[in-house]
């Protein structure tokens, strides 16, 4: 599934390729993801320029600003900026093609872009394909009309914790967002209210990193343990990210494989495996449904 850095990883990769170029065709092919997309997207994006990529949790928003004066606007009204809204859900991948294959049975969305207006652009900047692919249909694309200052609003993005490389997010606001609750802190991380991005995965290995044993009641956690959890929990994803972006040529013209990258984890998936650290064989458990490794010796 992809979390918080693959979806950055898409971010910084679609940057270069998407930025500034004018949406010259929509296609929908399948309209049934995780909420139906809407009959008139193909007229609200038809035409516009796509601004800024910005992320929040893993949502992705595409700025999409109103077509150039003197064009005539596709559909009336769209004449101030909007905003699309990608989630790739269990399965998705957001890529750009410079020479599309032909769509296959879970390519949903294409988005045409033309060459970028800037004089002497390269002649591989030719009309580029930028298409959501996404098998098991849980993703989702949302056209929203909201401002940027409207946009922290939007429905989807209201509750979402802090941003985990927010300078406000420290262990001084995990500190204050758990007093008095019961609740196991793996739990807690994993909710999103207090800090996105920290999926699974993230929970187990920055709880390692910061020798917290996951079953341990957020309440009861002190302010130095949570300055050493929201130090872990940016190590881990910053070191996520960087391996992802290794894989950032993949984001153009890539066959379709998932490109999620996996963490050298040091606690995750690994039952029963010696301890990086200690040698301890790390123990597996479940909360809420979902798998914790951790090491009973490293974290208390
Ligand atoms: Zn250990």
């Known amino acids: 599934m992809p979390e918080l850095p693959e979806v950055e990883v898409t971010r910084r990769g679609l940057l270069p390729h998407v930025v500034g170029r004018?949406?010259?065709?929509?296609?929908?092919?399948?309209?049934?993801?995780?909420w139906p997309v809407e009959p008139e997207l193909e007229a609200h994006l038809t035409g516009r320029v796509i601004g800024r990529i910005e992320r929040r949790g893993k949502y992705l928003l595409l700025e999409c600003l109103p077509a150039p004066a003197g064009e005539k606007s596709p559909a009336p009204g769209d004449d101030a900026p909007g905003w699309l809204l990608v989630h790739l859900g269990m399965t998705g991948t957001l890529r750009v093609?410079?020479?599309?294959?032909?769509?296959?049975?879970?390519?949903?969305?294409?988005?045409?872009?033309?060459?970028?207006?800037?004089?002497?652009?390269?002649?591989?900047?030719?009309?580029m394909v930028l298409r959501f692919r996404d098998p098991r249909r849980f993703g989702a694309i949302i056209w929203t009309p909201l401002a940027e200052a409207a946009l922290s609003e939007h429905p989807?993005?209201?509750?979402?914790?802090?941003?985990?490389?927010?300078?406000?997010?420290?262990?001084?606001?995990?500190?204050?967002?758990?007093?008095?609750?019961?609740?196991?802190?793996?739990?807690?991380?994993?909710?999103?209210?207090?800090?996105?991005?920290v999926g699974n995965i993230y929970c187990s290995e920055s709880l390692f990193r910061a020798g917290i044993r996951p079953t341990t009641p957020a309440g009861r956690i002190?302010?130095?343990?949570?300055?050493?959890?929201?130090?872990?929990?940016?190590?881990?994803?910053?070191?996520?990210?960087?391996?992802?972006?290794?894989?950032?040529?993949?984001?153009?013209?890539?066959?379709?494989?998932?490109?999620?990258?996996?963490?050298?984890?040091?606690?995750?998936?690994?039952?029963g495996e010696p301890?990086?650290?200690?040698?301890?064989?790390?123990?597996?458990i479940v909360q809420g449904q979902r798998?914790?490794?951790?090491?009973?010796?490293c974290q208390h």
């Open 222 to 271: 002190s302010l130095a343990r949570y300055d050493k959890l929201a130090a872990a929990v940016r190590e881990t994803l910053t070191e996520a990210i960087a391996r992802g972006g290794s894989t950032l040529r993949d984001f153009v013209g890539s066959d379709g494989s998932s490109g999620y990258f996996q963490l050298d984890c040091l606690v995750y998936d690994r039952a």
């Open 275 to 284: 301890c990086r650290v200690c040698g301890t064989p790390i123990r597996q």
């Open 22 to 34: 004018r949406i010259v065709h929509v296609t929908v092919r399948h309209r049934g993801l995780r």
């Open 156 to 197: 989807l993005l209201r509750r979402l914790g802090i941003e985990p490389f927010d300078p406000r997010f420290d262990g001084a606001w995990f500190h204050r967002l758990t007093r008095g609750r019961s609740v196991a802190i793996k739990q807690a991380l994993l909710a999103g209210e207090i800090v996105v991005g």
């Open 291 to 297: 798998s914790t490794f951790y090491c009973p010796h």
């Open 97 to 127: 093609y410079p020479d599309a294959p032909p769509a296959g049975a879970h390519d949903h969305l294409d988005i045409a872009l033309a060459p970028p207006d800037a004089p002497g652009a390269p002649q591989d900047h030719a009309a």
